[in-house]
């Protein structure tokens, strides 16, 4: 990766989260049809996951938000939101 080294990126320069940014999460599900529920995964902010145990489809997919609650049981959870709305 080339860059100005300012922090903005150029054109055509990317940047990729390192693996340690990739958590184990508990995630609570916002919106779509699995609303409510809570799924496990290794991820990172702004990685999509999908969540769903039957077939793969586009309703499944979520992507995690850098929000957190506090569950009744006192453990975080990442708040995670449909990717294709």
Request: overall charge negative.
């Amino acid at each position: 990766m080339t860059g100005s080294g300012s922090g903005t990126p150029n054109r055509h320069e990317y940047r990729r989260a390192s693996a340690a940014d990739s958590l184990p999460r508990r995630l609570r599900l916002r919106g779509g049809p699995l609303d409510g529920r809570t799924w496990t995964a290794t991820i990172r902010v702004g990685q999509r996951a999908f969540c769903d145990e039957g077939p793969w489809t586009t309703a499944g997919v979520y992507v995690v938000t850098d929000i957190t609650e506090v569950d009744e049981d006192g453990e975080v959870l990442s708040i995670a939101v449909p990717a294709f709305a």
